[in-house]
């Protein structure tokens, strides 16, 4: 059955309009209608068979995120009294948020594009993926534990004890701007319906298993803020004992991935075939990557352990045990084109020894 292709698909939309999943369609067939007569056919057709849709975005995406962990462990014994005070924290606090826009999907494969004229034919291409605007991410995290032992009188005995251990996973994953990769075993090609010996002259473009375009113009930014501040206390007042034993694991992850303008990856074992051929061929060829603007990853950390022992006519023990761990790597990639594809085939003289030959013979 004939299935003609609007070009108003092609054209962008407003808003955000991703295709994010993979057009994996197979055996799909395109056809252009050579019987119409030239007064009812209007202007150059164009045909596709299993190509990734494009995917359009314009606009800005934000993310915020805020945590905040403060935990409070205090031992107060009055004269001739005892106080204990155990606490342990363990906290994983997730702030890694993943913004992807203006992604092309990935083309089919086992997909045929037959036509004729001065239209475009695909088959098995990646879409373009498009992004116009800005992905902003910001993560604030604070972690400020309080561990407190007072022995206040004669004969008075505290003992606070605290153990933390938190994970804090800053840091953003942000993708605008990808085309779709090519699919493998398609043939873009002319209609089987043209007899040997017809003179045949074609101006379109062809395109089989060819990595779609990306295109980023705008900006990523994205700001990560640590704050770590344990404070630990003993404070031992006349006759009185205080001991305050702390210890602190914490890791903070704000690593941070941005990628933009990164053109689409070629298919392979991809046909692209015609007898006088004017116009373009494209088959497992990489997409473009074209990237405008600007990418900025900012990480804050801030690390100040507070440990305090006031022996004030009596007896205080403070200790502090910190273990920090910070990773504050990012990695930025733009205008990056796709790879070719291998054992991709173009064939444009093959059919035109065939016409001669039948000339020839007739």
Known sequence: MAETRSLLEDLPKAGTDQH???????????????WLPLDVASGPSSNS??????????????????????PSNAAIAGPHSGADA????????????TEMAGIGGNGGSGNVAIG?????????????????????????????PVNTAVAAGPGATAHAEQSNNALFLQGATQIG????????????????????????TLTGDYYAGHGGDGYFVGSMV??????????????????????????????????????????????GFNLSSDTIFTG??????????SSTGSMVDVNFAYFH?????????????????????????????????GHGGDGNLTDAHSALVDDILSFMHS
């Open 280 to 289: 373009n061929h494209a088959l497992g060829g990489g997409g473009v990557g």
């Open 86 to 97: 155990f606490q342990g924290n363990d906290a994983l606090i997730n702030q890694h948020p």
């Open 222 to 267: 994205d700001v990560s803020i640590a704050i770590f501040s344990p404070i630990n206390i003993a404070i031992g007042a006349a006759g009185g004992s205080a001991e305050a034993h702390q210890t602190n694991n914490v890791i903070f992850d704000q690593g941070t991935v941005q990628i933009a303008g990164i053109g689409g990856n070629g298919g």
């Open 20 to 34: 994010l999943a993979s057009n994996v369609a197979a055996g799909h067939l395109a056809l252009v209608p050579t």
């Open 305 to 337: 352990p507070i440990n305090i022992a006031v022996p004030a006519g009596g007896t205080a023990d403070a200790q502090q045990t910190d273990h920090v761990l910070y990773d504050q790597q990012a990695l930025q990639l733009t205008g990056i084109a």
């Open 177 to 200: 701007g990808m085309g779709g990769s090519g699919g493998d075993h398609n043939v873009a090609g002319h209609g089987p319906s043209m007899s040997p010996g017809t003179a045949l």
């Open 49 to 70: 068979a299993g190509s990734g849709g494009d995917g359009i975005s314009e606009g800005v995406i934000s993310s915020n995120a805020l945590a905040v962990f403060m």
């Open 116 to 144: 004729g004229g001065d239209g475009a034919n695909h088959a098995g291409s990646g879409g373009n993926g498009l992004f116009y605007g800005g992905l902003v991410s910001t993560e604030v995290a604070l972690f400020a």
